[in-house]
């Protein structure tokens, strides 16, 4: 329920499951990964009870607020942040793009420190390092949900539309970030409808798929029905999140 409103190189495939999980317990008690100023392990604790279904539903009704009740409230943000200073348990992971505009702590209905593990870079994409992430947050958190969430007038995407449609090219570190994007491009051009808006959720839709592809360990938990991958789309227009079939 909304608390403020309501009354990776990724391990090698071969690892098993109960190798990473040894792997990134030690990361957690140790100076590795997880230190920020003082060691505290990330994973100290009991999981998440929430299935991935209660989990979706959680966001679906905090995204339904956020449209309809999007007046700031006051959050006890001190007591928030002490609660999970030494143990969090997200119950969701947000894969989401990095515009400023869309801040998955907000959007769906204001959660507080603790509760969403979010990922985010230009076009929501599952590179190296974000697949290391949600990976983490599966196994070594338990988190039983991950979204993909693109949004509406993407500019990584829109830009992998230029790419395909007239030609363009990027400088530096943009242009391979945005070639990456292109095959949800290539996947919906000639088709009726806005050439960008079909690109952003094919590419949600392909990212989210690209997870299991890619990720022996998230495939496995999907298969035991531990997680489930959703792709949505965020309007940045009215503020709702539309959940992809």
């Known amino acids: 329920m909304c608390h403020l409103c309501s009354a990776s190189h990724p391990p090698p495939h071969h690892l098993s499951r ?101 990922a985010r870079n230009a076009g929501n994409q599952t590179d190296t390092n974000t697949l290391g992430t949600l990976e983490y947050g599966a196994a070594a958190l338990g988190v039983p949900l991950i979204v993909v969430l693109g949004h509406e007038r993407c500019g990584a995407v829109a830009a992998a539309c230029d790419v395909v449609g007239k030609g363009k090219t990027y400088p530096g570190s943009i242009g391979p970030m945005v070639q990456a994007i292109t095959p949800a491009a290539h996947a919906v051009k000639g088709q009726p409808g806005d050439f960008v808006e079909n690109a952003i959720r094919e590419n949600a839709r392909q990212n989210a798929a690209r997870i299991v592809q890619q990720s022996a360990i998230i495939a496995d938990l999907v298969r035991q029905g531990k997680v489930r991958i959703v792709a949505a789309r965020y309007d940045l227009d009215d503020g709702k999140v539309e959940f992809l079939g």
Request: glycine share 12%.
């Open 18 to 118: 109960r190798q990473l999980l040894g792997a990134v317990a030690g990361l957690s008690a140790g100076a590795g990964l997880l230190q920020v100023s003082n060691p505290v392990r990330a994973a100290g604790g009991a999981p998440t009870s929430l299935t991935a279904e209660q989990a979706l539903d959680r966001l679906k009704a905090g995204n339904a607020r956020f449209v309809s009740e999007p007046q700031v409230c006051a959050a006890e943000l001190g007591k928030a942040r002490a609660g999970v200073a030494q143990h969090q348990a997200p119950w969701a992971s947000i894969l989401s793009c990095a515009d400023s505009r869309v801040a998955p702590e907000l959007l769906f209905g204001g959660t507080l420190p603790g509760e969403l593990f979010v």
